[in-house]
């Protein structure tokens, strides 16, 4: 049903709201909300939707933060893996012609990736399973997430870094994985491609809105970094008349092998979707029957 199509009444009457990409929405209409209880958004994040106003209100807002959590972890590393090996390049290729391209290539972010530095800018539950992932690979794991309490580092087992400058210091590749909010919006700008290494990939599977996609373009035409790798986009769909997206669509030269982009599709797995839906339903009844909150973003304004 078409949000245009929800009657005053039933906005009027709804104890409990169960949300995926409809916050902005919410806020649209918040000034319906005259029984609404609980606000569930099925996913991670939460952006787009008011704590403050909504606590003030009474309406707690809660979220669904496990239901993909090794889906997104399986897909930052898939994203490195396909630039590391050049695999997006061998596709187009042998679909362009086997016999005539049946050798490898030197893709530009093709690298051996034992005893590199993976990254992690953010170290929660998926920072953390990505972390795993990447020991596997024998790699070595540094992180910053400046909300851990001291000696997280020590029961991790991972180095830590004070500073987002460091871990682009050090890194060879950096994974992307923590929440969009006033202090992370662009905090990935050109300030951080400019001490970033040369041969650096960067990975996004949290929120778009975290990299400033100007620097970013500028960062790869200007090759202060190697590779980018997004399945979120400040925009989306993505705004195709940004440069970034011009010249990835028309495959040239310098940006082949270096920029890649999936549609926000992380999360997705057919027992992912499950989760998600069933926990987003149970957070909710929870509240509404036994007055019990999972997960709440909004504690400190609730009233």
Known sequence: KNVDDVTEESWNKANAIITYRGS?????????????????????GFDGLDLKKL???GIAVCTVPDYGTTEVADHAMALMLMMRRGLDQYDNL????????????????VDRIRNKTFGIFGLGRIGNATAKRAVAFDMNVVFYDPLLPDGSELSYGYK??????????LSDTISIHCP???????????????IAKNSLLLINTA?????????????????????AALDVLPIEPPDLSHPIFHSYMKNE???????????????????????????????????????????????????
């Open 24 to 44: 902005k929405t919410i806020m649209k209409y918040f000034s319906k909300l005259k029984n609404t209880r609980i606000i569930v958004r099925g996913g991670v």
């Open 55 to 57: 606590g003030n209100k």
């Open 94 to 109: 042998m679909r362009k012609d086997a016999n005539k391209y049946w050798r490898y290539i030197e893709a530009p972010c």
């Open 160 to 169: 830590r870094v004070h500073t987002p400058e460091k871990l682009f210091e």
């Open 180 to 194: 969009l909010n006033n202090i992370t919006e662009g905090m990935i700008n050109k300030s951080l491609f400019s």
């Open 207 to 227: 929120r778009g809105g975290i990299i400033n996609l100007d620097d970013l373009y500028d960062a790869l035409k200007d090759k202060k970094i190697m590779g």
């Open 253 to 303: 030269n310098w940006i082949k092998g270096r920029f890649t982009i999936s549609p926000h599709a992380a999360y997705y797995s057919p027992p992912g979707l499950e989760d998600l839906r069933s926990k987003a339903v149970r957070t909710a009844v929870e509240y509404i029957k036994n007055n019990n909150l999972r997960n709440c973003q909004n504690l400190d304004y609730l009233k």
